[in-house]
């Protein structure tokens, strides 16, 4: 029988790598095509139990480009087909939701998102071109698994369970007064863990911090994709890239004691991929002594197209 399989679209964080407006070192060596530091696009996964028919895990805003790199998410059919049944959104930020307008051609799908990603949608009268005729808003309420479902209504043989993580509001969504969010777990960060009835991944590309629930939730996984964006919390400060910490925007960052190489050490994951990485970030580049660290820890840095077959 065909088993899961799980397929990079994009491996970066908001802004991808190289970032259209970035002269930092690091990004013109991707620009220039340095095969130590390949580019990467926004943040997204597509998931599948057959093969033919796929879901994707958030709607980067290069999901046109990251469409036309992978052969398994073309049409095949027709004059005008796909094989993405369905959408499933971690969350309500930009780089999660602007590749739905990409789906907006009278094409029929499922957006599967929580109650308050839903209102974000409906909220903004652009994601109207997703007609209410043909794409499909499921509401999934946390901690319930659904059945993903095909454009027909057929079960896929994948269930969807989103659970709360440590997080915060999108950045847009922030208070006007520009003060610090508080780090909440409810529906504002969801992570997001697949089944076919024998195999489970895990895919959590934002995350502020581990708690006791989530190490519960992950530990002795056989998948986990997660959040990578930076490798050290002021990172962007030290850059001179910005005036937040990884703290500040939510993410929690790869080293330290709180870190994620720490924080997962003593949790039995078989398989971790690192996705949502910041062009900021070290371990982009192969040469990099941070990428030898995580790689020594056991990590696979995600990369555009790479493709894992669960056993």
């Known amino acids: 029988m065909p088993r899961m399989k799980a397929l990079i679209l994009g491996a970066a964080a908001g802004g991808a790598f190289p970032q259209w407006n970035s002269n930092a070192a690091a990004c013109n060596r991707a620009r220039s095509g340095d095969p130590a530091a390949p580019a990467r696009t926004q943040a997204s996964l597509a998931v599948s139990a057959d093969g033919a028919h796929w879901f994707l895990l958030n709607a980067s805003p290069d999901l046109r480009q ?16 796909t094989p993405i049944s369905g959408v499933v959104l971690t969350g309500g930020d930009v780089d999660a939701i602007a590749g739905l307008l990409t789906l907006r051609e009278r094409q029929p799908f499922t957006v599967y998102a929580t109650r308050k990603v839903h209102d974000v949608l409906a909220s903004n009268s ?8 043909v794409v499909k808003r499921d509401v999934i309420a946390v901690g319930q698994p ?9 079960d896929s043989g994948l269930t969807v369970e989103l ?45 502020a911090a581990m708690n006791e ?6 530990r002795g996984a ?54 949502h990485i910041n062009n900021s ?31």
């Open 66 to 81: 990251q469409i036309e790199s992978n052969a398994a998410l073309q049409p095949r059919h027709g004059l005008r087909s």
């Open 126 to 133: 652009i994601f109207n071109v997703l007609a209410a005729d």
């Open 146 to 154: 659904v059945t993903l479902r095909h454009a027909d209504g057929a």
């Open 163 to 207: 659970f709360p993580v440590p997080g915060k509001v999108p950045l847009y969504l922030e208070q006007a007064d520009g003060s610090a969010p508080p780090i909440v777990q409810g529906e504002d960060t969801v992570g997001a863990v697949i089944r076919d009835g024998r195999s489970t991944l895990f895919y959590i590309p934002g995350c």
């Open 213 to 218: 629930s989530l190490a519960a939730r992950l």
């Open 222 to 275: 056989e998948l986990v994709f997660f959040d990578g964006t930076l490798y050290r919390d002021d990172e962007m400060l030290r850059a001179g890239l910005g005036s937040k910490t990884g703290a500040r925007m939510g993410h929690m960052s790869l080293s330290g004691p709180q870190g994620t190489l720490a924080s997962f050490a003593d949790l039995g994951v078989k398989r971790r991929v690192l996705v």
């Open 281 to 311: 970030n070290p371990v982009l580049l192969a040469d990099s002594p941070e990428r030898a660290e995580v790689e020594a820890a056991g990590w696979i840095v995600g990369y555009d197209g790479l493709e894992i077959a669960l056993d």
